[in-house]
């Protein structure tokens, strides 16, 4: 016998405790919430995991509530999830957004690779990440947000997953510039977390100087900054 506390599914459709997001057959099935993430395209045959709709529900909320009105209760119905099913993976919804911050940052990170010889192109592929991270749809909505000051727990009072990742791109690419000769002798690790610090403080100021600093200026100085920094 099944139990009284379930939900019977209807034809096409997954139950709500399922584990992963399952396509569904646009000719069967209708989604319950506008909002919910569905595959398109090619996607459709590959699943979303439960995780990341479960982040993705929480990118919506924290983009249009901001992250003090963002509750886990919240997060689990708009992923279509119960509380349970996210307990399982975060503690909290402090944890689900360092998860959240973490997968978005690596992820624009692997979209632009550090991993090149010249000086000067590194330069450039730092420059390019600092202005996809600003402008990112969630950290970009929190940086200009009043919650910024929140957003400064998750990226500057740790040293998260996040900011591991994008240390060793850093070093990885300080290592080719020396070896290249064109980055100047010194411990990578130590170069790498400065140029993170010049960076991120340029990133995070960026609201606070944008009508003296603009755009094209607002990178060629960054840039500048940082050549200076790593010339030999």
């Known amino acids: 016998m099944s139990s009284s506390n379930a939900e019977p599914a209807t034809p096409g459709e997954q139950p709500r405790n399922a584990e992963t997001v399952q396509p569904r057959h646009a000719e069967t099935a209708r989604p319950t919430n506008a909002e919910t993430v569905q595959p398109r395209g090619a996607e459709a045959e590959q699943p979303r995991s439960t995780d990341d709709v479960i982040l993705d529900a929480a990118a919506d909320l924290l983009v249009h509530l901001g ?9 689990a119905r708009r992923a279509g999830v119960s509380r349970p099913t996210v307990y399982r ?13 973490t997968r978005e940052i690596l992820a624009t990170l692997e979209d632009t690779t550090l991993d090149v010889a010249d000086r000067e192109t590194f330069v450039d592929r730092v420059v390019e990440v600092s202005v996809r991270l600003r402008d990112h749809r969630v950290l970009g909505a929190l940086l200009r947000s009043d919650d910024s000051d929140l957003l400064l727990e998750y990226v500057v009072e740790r040293l998260g997953a996040s900011q591991r990742g994008l240390l060793e791109a850093l070093r990885n690419g300080i290592e080719r510039g020396q070896a290249h000769g064109s980055v100047r002798a010194g411990e990578p690790l130590e170069l790498a977390a400065m140029v993170l610090l010049i960076a991120q403080s340029t990133v995070q100021s960026h609201r606070m100087v944008a009508s003296l600093l603009p755009e094209a200026a607002w990178r060629r100085e960054l840039a500048r900054a940082l050549n200076g920094y790593l010339a030999p």
Do not use: F, H, K, N
């Not at 992250?67 to 997060?75: K, N, S, V």
């Not at 503690?91 to 360092?98: C, L, N, S, T, Y």
């Open 67 to 75: 992250m003090r009105r963002t509750q886990l209760a919240e997060i």
């Open 89 to 101: 993976r975060w503690p909290d919804v402090r944890a689900v957004i360092g998860a959240l911050l």
